[in-house]
């Protein structure tokens, strides 16, 4: 098969990638991350969906851009519990001292594996790759499948928060594929585009909360920890209890 419009959106998406990757280095600002992480879970969703497509496996990021999404994506992270810890006064400094620590080495991370050609590289590989036109039928089947592997986990007698974050990247999955195939193909698919869209907002705000709290609860100041740490971690247990309780009655997730 010759060049046709998945390597035209491939090569786009990388472009474009290219330039966030560069801005990202010195400032790490937040608005140049956030673009460089959603440009990435694009290209990922696309890929999956030409995998799938085809069944080959293959198909899929280069392993030294898959390591920057990581390293850049632990940056994002800490960059909003430290804005949510310090924006709401909470009494943590021994935890904000650990993430500001955190924030520092990754940043050291990405500026020893950040390099310019590897996203030419990637360039380069995926131009290579021998992809099919996409059409309308193809979309509804990839859809499909990520609709019946959602059903599958939320319909399980227990949902775990790691059974919540796959559901999430399903849904995400399903929405940047529409949102690609519809712009760049035309290709039209009609879902219930705003109930997957506060579902994947619902579960992530939940999901990075809990994630928080796992890890102040592991690292607790030596010594033992503050009663203002103590109560806070307790009072967000609850929360987040029920955030999960009222996320799974409504909407998307709801049996």
Not at 5 to 25: P, R, V, Y
Request: aromatic residues 6%.
């Amino acid at each position: 098969m010759g060049k046709n419009i998945s390597h035209g959106i491939i090569k786009e998406i990388l472009k474009t990638l290219a330039e966030q990757a560069g801005k990202i280095s010195g400032a790490f600002k937040e608005d140049d991350i956030h673009k460089f992480r959603l440009g990435l879970k694009k290209l990922r969703a696309w890929l999956r969906l030409l995998a799938y497509t085809t069944g080959n496996k293959k198909i899929r990021l280069p392993l030294r851009l898959l390591r920057l999404y990581h390293i850049v994506g632990e940056i994002r992270e800490t960059q909003i519990e430290l804005s949510f810890l310090t924006g709401n006064g909470l009494p943590v400094v021994a935890y904000l001292e650990l993430l500001n620590e955190h924030m520092h080495n990754k940043q050291q991370e990405w500026n020893r594996h950040y390099d310019e050609k590897i996203l030419k590289k990637a360039r380069k590989k995926m131009a290579g790759f021998d992809l099919p036109e996409v059409a309308a039928g193809d979309v509804k089947a990839f859809v499909s499948h990520k609709k019946k592997r959602i059903h599958r986990l939320k319909t399980q007698p227990v949902i775990a928060d790691g059974c919540l974050h796959e559901i999430r990247k399903q849904v995400k999955d399903i929405l940047y594929v529409r949102e690609i195939a519809r712009k760049a193909c035309g290709i039209k698919m009609e879902i219930h585009a705003r109930k997957y869209k506060v579902a994947e907002e619902q579960i992530g705000d939940y999901n990075d909360k809990n994630q928080m709290l796992r890890r102040m609860i592991a690292k607790q100041p030596t010594g033992g920890a503050s009663k203002a740490y103590v109560d806070f971690c307790d009072e967000s247990r609850t929360v987040l209890a029920l955030q999960k309780q009222d996320i799974l009655a409504h909407g998307l997730m709801r049996r």
